[in-house]
Every structure is written in C-alpha cells, then in structure tokens.
C-alpha cells in the first residue's frame, strides 16, 4: 500500500514564525503535492512537484515555499506565518503512468497560527 | 476552463437507504475522474476512479459511479448507506498534466 506520512498531525505556531510541513511517501512516486483545505472551499493546490528540485505553483501558492531534494520528500514552508493561513495542510503523491493517476493523501496537518 | 461541481453542500440520508452524490465536470477530452471520501480529521482516501471503458465503475466501501458523457456527469451511487458512511465526499478531474481539479464536497450525514 502507498503511504503517504505527514510530519505533524497538529501544529500552533506564533505569527511571524517560519513552518516547515514535512511530506514523504514511499512509493517511488514523481509527483507530489500540498493542498490547504478550508470549510466550503475545498482543496486548494499550493505546489506541486514533478521531479527533484522541479517546482510549480498551484492557485494559492502566495506565502508558501516549497522544496524538494529527494524524491521521496516535499517540504512546504511559511516564510513568515500569518494567522490567514490557520488550515488543514495535506500532501498527496502520484505516478505517471495510467495505472498511478490516482492521488494519495496523507492524514493531514492542522495548523493553527496564533 | 477545466471545474468541477459538486451543486449539494450537505445531504441526510437514512440508514439503509439508497445514496446519490452528484458531480458535474467541464473539460474538452475524455477526463479522468475520482471520488475520494474524507471521513473527520483525516485525509482523503480514493473510492474508485474512471479514466475510459465501462461507464459504470466499482469501488470499495460498495460504491458505484457512473460516467455519463451526455450530462458531463460522474454521480457517486450506493444502495444501502452505513451510518459508518458519514463522511465528506470529493469528485476530482485530472487535467492535462498532473493536477486534480476538486470539487468542493458534499458532507453526508445518516440518520438512525
């Protein structure tokens, strides 16, 4: 099975901080992603990435920073933490073959910014 | 441009009773299409996907969807709905590259 693990299950951290939110999956997969989830918005794509130290921005992608050295890890930054991005954090992975479309979620981290 | 519509915000269903969760999609080619369902607190977890053949397609937890090319429709069915089944439900579109495109969920509560 895919496992996607995420570095925290809950976090608060103080305005003005720098986050780091860490993703690792262990299935060999190229992509990966980090959505914010917000009550009636839905999934929100931050970043994603398509290789190592490949990066792209997703429809929200102002306050984040992404990196990714390793395939198997994607980091997601906040430069400087502001209390708008209090959110459900998740990253997701994927292949590029047919057979691997699907997106894998890991469990999420809550984040709030105080 | 490529979206998804998910037009029921909550729906109440009683156990035992038959689901539908509706999805709507807009998109040139022939799509790829998911649901996934996220149950309180966690993350989402894929219950089928569709990306050509049979029009009708099986997943687990006994959920269908069906492909309707007509409608641009990919409705999420299940015959008898578990109080275990309570959860928020996500239809999504891969576009051309790798991204999925979400709708915005339905959350399914179920009645005794």
């Known amino acids: 099975d895919v496992k996607v693990t995420q570095s925290s299950r809950y976090l608060v951290k103080r305005t003005g901080e720098k986050v780091f939110l860490e993703c690792v999956q262990d299935?060999?997969?190229?992509?990966m992603f980090w959505y914010r989830q917000d009550p009636g918005l839905g999934l929100r794509l931050i970043y994603f990435?398509?290789?190592?130290?490949?990066?792209e921005k997703g429809d929200i992608p102002e306050g984040y920073s992404v990196s990714r050295e390793k395939k198997e890890r994607f980091s997601l930054i906040l430069e400087s933490a502001s209390t708008n991005q209090t959110s459900m954090y998740l990253c997701?992975?994927?292949?590029?073959?047919?057979?691997?479309?699907?997106?894998?979620f890991g469990p999420g981290t809550r984040l709030t910014v105080t | 441009a490529q979206s998804v519509t998910q037009p029921d915000i909550h729906i109440t269903v009683s156990e035992g009773a038959s689901l539908e969760l509706r999805c709507n999609y807009s998109?040139?080619?022939?799509?790829?299409l998911f649901w996934y369902v996220q149950s309180p607190g966690q993350g989402l977890q894929l219950l089928l996907k569709?990306?050509?053949?049979?029009?009708l397609v099986q997943g687990i937890k006994g959920f269908e969807a069906e492909f309707k090319r007509s409608q641009s429709s990919f409705n999420l069915r299940k015959p008898s709905v578990h109080w275990s089944d309570a959860a928020e439900y996500f239809c999504?579109?891969?576009?051309?590259?790798?991204?999925?495109?979400f709708g915005k969920g339905t959350t399914l509560s179920v009645s005794s």
């Open positions: 997701a992975s994927s292949g590029d073959s047919l057979s691997s479309y699907e997106q894998y």
């Open positions: 990435s398509y290789d190592v130290k490949m990066k």
């Open positions: 299935m060999d997969h190229e992509n």
């Open positions: 569709y990306f050509s053949g049979d029009t």
């Open positions: 999504a579109l891969r576009e051309a590259g790798t991204a999925l495109i």
């Open positions: 998109y040139g080619a022939t799509p790829y």
